[in-house]
């Protein structure tokens, strides 16, 4: 098996790969076969079912479901096939009779000479005649057990001239026989190798297999609308059952999810009803939220993205957020159309005032999803529709923002009555009003403190952001870490390992410990089990049993799983069963790689390790990849000896092999299926002796037994060998239950490094540690790469280097209550909370670029610094506490699951967002009026000591350049007495 790297074409790279194979296929042993084949899910079965008949007769179900069922399946839209697994096979047995066989003269070659000629359709060619052509055969296809019976078997010589008496005539040659005369001719079901049960009951497995591009939920569908309306058909005795189906799944989630939505949407809309107490503004404002997100769904139409629970969470994200801009511009509108304005000119103004700082934030929203491009592996695949879809419905919201908001505007809102007053009157009188509402009670008194107290204020407010940001960092250093999550699936995979070479008997009452502990879970729908491999998976090994639980989709899927743990636990079986959480696919486990230079060591080397995490909390269902070596006989052909009686290994190996699967010698067409038709050369040998005494008939004639020429010797085989790499390589693996991922993959880490290894062995981890090391340095530099982008964009809003810079101190505030919420919650930090984490920097810095803005614009209106802290602060104060709220009300039903919507992806980003907003929001309105104070005062003392530097300079010049001089370049008398004065002059001045 081969790994490549996320995004490479799967097609060339199979081609690519089969051309290498072929290259090698000639160097390697005559009966090694090579295939070159892309596992992926889309080779999961979209679908599993369980067949089961009331009267036994597997073989009836199996053809009534191939001839009326399977057809309608396959003709479903996005069914790429439809197959029966687990259906025992039958095949023509023909038994020759040895005395009949010596009595007619024949040997079995001649018998299985006849029926390998025999039911052949041989092309002769055409024959033109009358204006027709007509072809040729020849030959008549065997579609029965008595065609078979009819075959007329030639001897190949006629009788020993030998055997005659002397002077007698020579014996007649034997004559042509049918094969009736000298054979039996039966139909036998082929010993099974596998035990399929749905619960409890014998069954078989109906696969439904999915086109690249079928939809899951609509093939689902499908599938059920057929089996509703063949099941009259199929008769009362067949009965078929879902195993497996992802669709709920998908269903449920989908729903959940527009219900999370739904409420997140009326929860905004509440929220800035209360701010804005009026209907008129409301709508305005609520009209951005639809149409926002329908750019979002006409963009994923042109990416080619889908509609799934990755592509929704994004726009359910997105509606707290779209309503931010139209917030800003609608708020400036209003503000303008208070004093007094006419409708038009309010419009214009509130728009122009705002559009710049709007269309920044918005813009550096959507960049900090820039960095996602550049991320690979499996971040990259699962998040990027995520952030273009994010990125497609904020484009949207700015749109919406500097468009369709400002007409509405015009429509809906009224102006200020003016009446005899004059403009700065109504102005004055608005501000007084503004002044008088709970919000400014509360918060002028803070910031005209921060502008009157400023030494006080600064020292106070930069100490407390120490103190935060020395809590952040211990928050971080203390948070637990995962990875992807968990998804609460109700399908559960578990598979119980056996020791090697063990009977199927034996595994079949091991198979029925576990189903008896099974039944009695009343949470359990279906399970299924499959002894000798799981055919979900394409078969298995006969030392394997798995097992395939589907529980009640209402109960607590994690809970189900413990509960297995622990009953599992308790079985009396040497064979305890474990949970694959992956279903059989791998990639969410962690493993540890054992390498060493020979089979030995690495077997001595992964039991240690093995023993060493099976003590580890956190870390269950550990699993060798190391399989125990199984008793096996070889028979090793002496090449001189057989060389002597005329035969070769082939010749040997094929009279072996015939011995025990006898000779096939073709098929036969019988009720439309083909059968294989096989002569029992002799009875199979039971024993190590009778295999030895196997009996072997030369070129010559001459029979000898197999001891003759070969040595028969019990060996211990290894199942498999694996290498990595090229080297010999094993993994034990372990699926991580706590939710501490980065916990258990430390404490693995520091086992490992304590442990005394065998010398040539090594072991490091891998798996989902892996993952997760790799994704979150790539997503680290991805939130980097976005820091720099904001400011970048930032640096070109306001034409400075240093206010970016303030606005971005809020950032790592915001993750406090990131941090702080994550903890609460016991959710832990993993890609999905990464990605909230990117998101909230573009969110964060909205606020304060809208109001640092602002506070620019009042002071290029004259304005002193300490005013337009106040005044810009104010303005602002209604806006910034509307989207956060407005923001944090909507994520709420989505971070509760209020709507069943808490997905393992949608979640954390909710709970990362929500807790960033609160913090950041209150340090936006306090810490970034007080660091804008701090750098502006020093940057005006520096101007005001620049330009008093100047305005000196120029006084020098101009007291020089007033200064009268003698013809000789000397001073008068009377001169010296008027150049001090001039200088007092100048300076007072």
């Known amino acids: 098996m081969a790994e490549f790297d996320y995004g490479r074409d799967q097609d060339a790279l199979v081609r690519e790969t089969q051309v290498a194979v072929d290259q090698i296929s000639g160097m390697l042993p005559d009966d090694a076969s090579t295939s070159v084949m892309a596992l992926s899910m889309d080779m999961m079965p979209v679908m599993m079912l369980a067949a089961s008949t009331e009267n036994g007769d597997e073989q009836s179900m199996a053809s009534s479901i191939e001839n009326v069922l399977i057809p309608e399946l396959e003709s479903v839209p996005g069914v790429r096939s439809a197959s029966l697994s687990g259906v025992p096979d039958q095949r023509v047995e023909v038994t020759p009779d040895e005395d009949e066989l010596s009595d007619a003269g024949i040997t079995t070659q001649d018998l299985a000479d006849g029926l390998e000629a025999s039911g052949l359709l041989m092309a002769g060619g055409s024959i033109d005649e009358d204006g027709r052509s007509l072809s040729v055969t020849t030959g008549d296809q065997l579609t029965s057990l008595d065609d078979i019976e009819d075959v007329w078997i030639r001897p190949s010589q006629g009788a020993d001239p030998s055997s005659a008496m002397p002077g007698a005539p020579p014996a007649p040659a034997p004559s042509p026989v049918q094969l009736s005369e000298v054979a039996d001719v039966e139909m036998v079901t082929e010993e099974s190798s596998s035990i399929a049960r749905l619960d409890g009951n014998p069954s078989v497995a109906l696969m439904v297999m999915a086109t690249p591009d079928g939809n899951t939920v609509e093939i689902s569908d499908g599938v059920q609308k057929v089996l509703d309306e063949q099941s009259d058909l199929l008769g009362d005795d067949i009965s078929l059952s879902v195993v497996f189906d992802q669709a709920p799944f998908i269903n449920d989630s989908i729903t959940d999810m527009f219900e999370a939505g739904a409420y997140g949407l009326v929860a905004s809309v509440i929220v800035i009803l209360v701010f804005m107490l009026s209907i008129r503004s409301t709508l305005v404002v609520a009209v951005s939220i639809p149409v926002s997100v329908l750019a979002a769904f006409v963009g994923m139409q042109a990416f080619g993205f889908t509609l799934n629970m990755l592509t929704l969470a994004a726009i359910t994200i ?17 503000r303008h159309m208070d004093y007094g304005k006419e409708r038009m000119t309010a419009v214009k103004d509130g728009v122009r005032e705002v559009a710049t700082a709007v269309a920044s934030s918005s813009f550096a929203t959507i960049a900090v999803f820039l960095p996602l491009a550049f991320v690979g592996g499996m971040v990259g695949e ?10 497609l419905a904020l484009a949207g919201s700015l749109l919406v923002a500097l468009t369709i908001t400002p007409v509405l505007c015009y429509w809906f809102l009224r102006p200020a009555e003016v009446g ?9 009188a608005a501000h007084e009003r503004e002044r008088r509402t709970p919000l400014q009670r509360a918060y002028l008194p803070l910031i005209r403190w921060i502008t009157t107290k400023r030494r006080t204020a600064t020292v106070v407010t930069l100490a407390a952001s120490v103190a935060i ?3 952040t960092a ?29 009977s199927l008997e034996a595994a079949d009452a091991e198979a029925v410990k576990v189903e008896q502990a099974l039944a009695g879970m009343a949470w359990i729908e279906t399970y299924q089990v499959n002894v000798g491999g799981n055919p979900m998976m394409g078969g298995g090994a006969a030392d394997q049993i798995d097992y395939t639980i589907t529980a009640d989709p209402d109960t607590d899927q994690i809970r189900n799983r413990d509960v297995l743990r622990d009953t599992f636990a308790g079985l009396d079986t040497e064979y305890e069963p474990r949970l694959d959480s992956t279903g059989g696919m791998g990639g969410s486990g962690i493993e540890v790689r054992v390498t060493a230079e020979d089979q030995d060591t690495l077997v001595e080397a992964a039991g240690m390790i093995e023993d060493e995490l099976r003590g580890i909390d956190g870390a269950d269902d550990v699993t060798s990849g190391i399989s125990e070596s199984q008793p096996a006989l070889e028979v090793h052909v002496d090449g001189e000896e057989a060389a002597e009686y005329g035969l070769d290994e082939t010749m040997v190996g094929q009279t072996v092999s015939a011995a025990f699967n006898g000779r096939d010698v073709g098929d036969a067409t019988i009720e439309h299926i083909r059968r294989d038709v096989v002569v029992l050369v002799q009875d199979a040998p039971g024993t190590v002796a009778e295999l030895r005494e196997l009996p072997i008939v030369t070129p010559t004639g001459q029979e000898i037994e197999l001891a003759d020429v070969a040595e028969v010797s019990e060996v211990e085989q290894p199942p498999e060998l694996t290498r990595i790499d090229g080297v010999t390589s094993t993994t034990v693996s372990a699926n991580p239950t706590a939710s501490d991922l980065g916990g258990v993959s ?11 290894l065998p010398s040539g062995a090594t072991a490091s981890l891998g798996g989902v540690s892996q993952d997760q090391t790799e994704g979150f340095a790539q997503l680290g530099l991805a939130l980097l790469a976005a820091i720099i982008i904001c400011y970048l964009i930032m640096v070109a809003t306001f034409k400075s280097l240093m206010q970016p810079l303030m606005l971005l101190v809020s950032v790592p505030f915001a993750a406090t209550g990131s941090l702080g919420l994550l903890m609460l919650t016991g959710t832990p930090i993993g890609a999905a909370a990464l990605i909230g984490m990117l998101m909230l920097i573009g ?32 303005h602002r104060l209604r806006p910034i506490l509307m989207t956060a709220v407005g923001t944090i009300a909507a994520l709420v039903p989505m971070a509760t699951g209020l709507a069943g919507g808490g997905a393992f992806v949608s979640a954390p980003v ?20 007080v660091l804008y104070q701090l750098v502006e005062v020093r940057r005006q003392r520096r101007e005001d000591r620049a330009a008093a530097r100047r305005e000196r300079r120029r006084a020098k010049r101009r007291a020089r350049a007033e200064s009268p001089t003698a013809d000789d370049g000397s001073t008068t008398e009377g001169d010296t007495g008027e150049v001090p004065e001039k200088r007092d002059t100048v300076t007072g001045g």
Do not use: C, H
């Open 469 to 471: 940001f020395a809590g």
């Open 474 to 502: 211990v928050l971080a250093a203390n948070s637990e870490t995962d990875w992807l999550g968990e998804a609460e699936e109700n399908t559960y995979t578990v598979i119980q390992e056996l020791e090697p070479g063990m």
């Open 843 to 874: 969110i964060v810095i909205t606020n304060a670029i809208v109001l640092m803005d602002l506070i620019n614009q009042n002071r290029k209106k004259g304005m002193d610094l300490s005013e337009a802290i106040v005044e810009g602060s104010r």
């Open 910 to 929: 909710a709970l990362v967002v929500i807790g960033g907003l609160v913090t950041s929001t209150l340090l936006t309105l306090i810490l970034v009026p």
């Open 420 to 428: 005899d007053a004059t403009r700065e009157e109504i102005q004055r």
């Open 746 to 756: 430390l404490a693995i880490t520091e086992a490992l490094d304590g442990m005394d």
């Open 318 to 334: 997105a509606i707290g957020r779209v309503v931010d801009d139209s917030i800003v511009v609608l708020e400036n509108i209003r």
């Open 382 to 391: 699962i998040f990027m529709p995520f952030a273009v879809t994010s990125s």
